[in-house]
């Protein structure tokens, strides 16, 4: 079988694999649609993600949805030939973090295509590919591949967006119009937040935020008189998710959250130590959380889905096969270009 496998910065390839088998409790699925993440173009044009650096080949991907090929020995809840969003998330179930009950926090997680442990952990990005029975969830034909996909960063959403209590009625500010952010202005909207406000660099995707539920938006190096008003009087908003990774998205955020209010860092800050003016977090007494991943959000995000409260169609727009898979990632890279680009076998 073919499969995408990294092995270190700029070097992603096509390789030829064996097929899987399924031990007991697991299935081998054929993969209908992958998402490029963030995190596989941080691996291909960097070789690593924040700490984590490719120290050996990687299959990448870790959002997927696709059909039941084989059954392992005992398992009941699916059936070949069903169709079922993949759960990439394996904690352990054993260590500290796990027996708390914060499982997104496990010490020994298992995540599709990542690079944090050693061995490192294959992705979904191939033919086909084996996971847990308990990590995949049937869907319906009215979802496609693309769309159950999505389920993995809306899960991160959703996460995300708990850790800042209940949005109904509260005025939310999203730094960073990519993938996370467009989909945290999706939950915002379900979530009853009365103003949703994205941030971005370029225009191109914040016209797909708008489609996702933002209510105003904001190009930061061409609106600078709208990005002082956010500022003004000491911060709009009463809670802002930085999306963006960058520290000066962090900056920002303290900048246009109202005293009192709630700093949500998502996205992943480059790798060492990232300056911020913090005097304001004293100064206006902010809450900063920082938010990991998801557990059981996963299953809420399916759920969202497939009841169509949360519509992940205006973010999806592009999708390749293996066959133009460097041409897929050079795409995906193009944030005025793309959004959410997905692979597919041939």
Same mark, same amino acid.
């Not at 299953?299 to 898979?325: K, N, Q, S, W, Y």
């Given at each position: 079988?073919?499969?995408?496998?990294?092995?270190?910065?700029?070097?992603?390839?096509?390789?030829?694999?064996? =097929?899987?088998?399924?031990?007991?409790?697991?299935?081998?699925? #054929?993969?209908?649609?992958? @998402?490029?993440?963030? *995190?596989?173009?941080?691996?291909?044009?960097?070789?690593?993600?924040?700490?984590?650096?490719?120290? +050996?080949?990687?299959?990448?991907?870790?959002?997927?949805?696709?059909?039941?090929?084989?059954?392992?020995? @005992?398992?009941?809840? $699916?059936? /070949? @030939?069903?169709?079922? %969003?993949?759960?990439?998330?394996? /904690?352990?179930?054993?260590?500290? +973090?796990?027996?708390?009950? $914060?499982?997104? &926090?496990?010490?020994?997680?298992?995540?599709?295509?990542?690079?944090?442990?050693? /061995?490192?952990?294959?992705?979904?990005?191939?033919?086909?590919?084996?996971?847990?029975?308990?990590?995949?969830?049937?869907?319906?034909? #009215?979802? *496609?591949?693309?769309?159950?996909?999505?389920?993995? /960063?809306?899960?991160?959403? &959703?996460?995300?967006?708990?850790?800042?209590?209940?949005?109904?009625?509260? =005025?939310?500010?999203?730094? @960073? *119009?990519?993938?996370?952010? !467009?989909?945290?202005?999706?939950?915002?909207?379900?979530?009853?937040?009365?103003?949703?406000? $994205?941030?971005?660099?370029?225009? +191109?995707?914040?016209?797909?935020?708008?489609?996702?539920?933002?209510?105003?938006?904001?190009?930061?190096?061409?609106?600078?008189?709208?990005?002082?008003?956010?500022?003004?009087?000491?911060?709009?908003?009463? !809670?802002?998710?930085? %999306?963006?990774?960058?520290?000066?998205?962090?900056?920002?955020?303290?900048?246009?959250?109202?005293?009192?209010?709630?700093?949500?860092?998502?996205?992943?800050?480059?790798?060492?130590?990232?300056?911020?003016?913090?005097?304001?977090?004293?100064?206006?007494?902010?809450?900063?959380?920082?938010?990991?991943?998801?557990? #059981?959000?996963?299953?809420?995000?399916?759920? %969202?889905? $497939?009841?169509?409260?949360?519509?992940?169609?205006?973010?999806?727009?592009?999708?390749?096969?293996?066959?133009?898979?460097?041409?897929?990632? =050079?795409?995906?890279?193009?944030?005025?270009?793309?959004?959410?680009?997905?692979?597919?076998?041939?």
């Amino acid at each position: 079988m073919k499969a995408c496998v990294i092995h270190g910065a700029k070097d992603l390839r096509l390789q030829d694999r064996p =097929e899987p088998m399924p031990a007991p409790g697991e299935v081998v699925v #054929r993969l209908g649609a992958g @998402g490029i993440c963030g *995190s596989d173009l941080h691996y291909f044009a960097e070789g690593g993600v924040g700490d984590f650096v490719v120290r +050996e080949p990687l299959v990448l991907g870790h959002e997927g949805a696709g059909t039941i090929a084989s059954l392992g020995e @005992g398992v009941t809840t $699916v059936q /070949p @030939g069903q169709r079922v %969003a993949v759960n990439p998330n394996h /904690p352990c179930g054993r260590c500290r +973090e796990c027996r708390k009950g $914060v499982l997104n &926090l496990c010490q020994n997680v298992r995540y599709f295509g990542s690079a944090a442990r050693f /061995p490192h952990v294959n992705g979904l990005f191939a033919e086909y590919f084996v996971a847990a029975a308990g990590n995949c969830i049937p869907v319906p034909d #009215r979802l *496609s591949d693309q769309q159950a996909a999505c389920a993995e /960063p809306l899960a991160i959403t &959703l996460h995300a967006a708990a850790q800042a209590d209940s949005l109904a009625g509260r =005025e939310v500010a999203i730094v @960073g *119009s990519g993938p996370i952010g !467009v989909l945290l202005a999706a939950v915002a909207k379900m979530s009853g937040a009365t103003r949703i406000a $994205v941030t971005d660099l370029f225009d +191109e995707p914040l016209v797909i935020a708008r489609a996702m539920g933002a209510t105003e938006t904001v190009n930061v190096r061409t609106g600078t008189d709208r990005l002082r008003e956010f500022e003004a009087d000491r911060g709009a908003f009463d !809670v802002t998710f930085e %999306a963006s990774g960058h520290p000066s998205g962090l900056a920002s955020a303290l900048a246009i959250t109202a005293p009192g209010g709630t700093i949500v860092q998502v996205g992943m800050l480059p790798r060492g130590d990232s300056p911020a003016p913090l005097n304001r977090v004293v100064a206006k007494e902010l809450h900063i959380v920082g938010t990991f991943r998801f557990y #059981r959000e996963y299953a809420m995000a399916v759920d %969202a889905l $497939v009841d169509g409260r949360i519509d992940v169609a205006p973010m999806i727009t592009h999708e390749f096969t293996f066959a133009d898979l460097l041409e897929a990632f =050079e795409v995906a890279a193009d944030r005025r270009r793309a959004m959410k680009v997905t692979l597919r076998p041939e």
